[in-house]
């Protein structure tokens, strides 16, 4: 059993309800059994409070916050385990975890345009850190954004401050953008920036052919 509380980054109370927040494990690796059923998941309750139970194996914890906040990190007694897997002693309850939520929230925006200057409906944009220790299992650190009808992209929600690399291709298969193997292909064609906590950013693309 594992015992948390839900806090802002400020101090400041939250703008909605405990309801609308939810607190969750997701697997620690792509090797592990699976998480099993009524488990790994929980409601925050009016204080702020939530419980995990049944949790079997190393797992990451994730907070699936309302539109205009993002989850910023997660500390059990002051240690920063948001994106290292923990395993938690079975059958012992376990205290003191906070999950932190910020309103700083980055966004990434721009433009996808052919070699000619014309926008591209059909890609997939991909950001990723230019460190490629953070080139892990479901990175928070690596989203992926399909162009609208005009030719543009928006990824939210990126962790910052953070170097980040960001290319547009096509004809991806599922669950390529984050795969290292791939990420390591396409790192000397992508575009680099910085992106501050909580900053936005216009970043246009070029459509890149994979190499």
Known sequence: IL????VSDTGEPFDFRSQQLQVGVRAGSPDSPGLGPGMAS????????????NINEPVLIRA???????????????QDITDTPTEFPSGQTVSGMQVVLTKKITSLTGMVTDAKGNPVLDATVIAFPAN?????????????ARPDQEGKYRITALPGPGDYLVVAMQGLEDGQAGDPEFLTSIKALATSL???EGE?????VKLSAPR
């Open 64 to 78: 699936q916050a309302p539109q205009g906040w993002a989850m910023k990190g997660v500390f059990i007694n002051g």
């Open 3 to 6: 015992n948390g509380s839900v």
């Open 194 to 196: 910085e992106l501050g």
């Open 200 to 204: 936005s950013k216009s970043v246009d």
């Open 42 to 53: 929980s409601r925050v309750g009016d204080d702020w409070s939530f419980t995990l139970r």
């Open 132 to 144: 490629d220790k953070l080139w892990t299992f479901q990175s928070r650190f690596i989203k992926a």
